[in-house]
């Protein structure tokens, strides 16, 4: 089982600002995909975004375009998820995931994290 721990997570005001991490201690472990995806209590999980290797494609849901940048450090084994303008609406842990091909789809990834508390008060 690969290591995936998220940090960054925490309380925040609306319209604020929170970076996520997401550390991979596996050095030899470099999935072609990595993901974000959230849980809002009594919500099902949801896909966040998405990117490859080289950082040359990324997916997000449309809820979070234009106000969350998802980025890889593949030399540091290191995923990110800045997330700006932040609503209510945006609370719920997250999660950074691993996958074999770049997926909305939870069933793809098969490396999950332990997740991060986000809350963001209006």
């Known amino acids: 089982q690969v290591p995936l721990e998220e940090s960054g997570g925490g309380l925040v005001q609306a319209g604020g600002s929170l970076g996520l991490s997401c550390t991979n201690s596996?050095?030899?472990?470099?999935?072609?995909?990595m993901g974000w995806f959230r849980q809002a209590p009594g919500e099902e999980r949801e896909f966040v975004a998405a990117i490859t290797f080289l950082g040359h494609t990324t997916y997000y849901t449309d809820s979070v375009k234009g106000r969350f940048t998802i980025s890889r450090d593949n030399a540091k084994n290191m995923l990110y998820l800045q997330m700006n303008s932040l609503k209510p609406g945006d609370s719920g842990d997250y999660y950074c995931?691993?996958?074999?091909?770049?997926?909305?789809?939870?069933?793809?990834?098969?490396?999950w994290g332990q997740g991060t508390q986000v809350t963001v008060s209006s």
């Open positions: 596996e050095p030899t472990f470099k999935p072609y995909a």
């Open positions: 995931a691993a996958s074999n091909v770049l997926s909305r789809s939870g069933t793809d990834y098969y490396y």
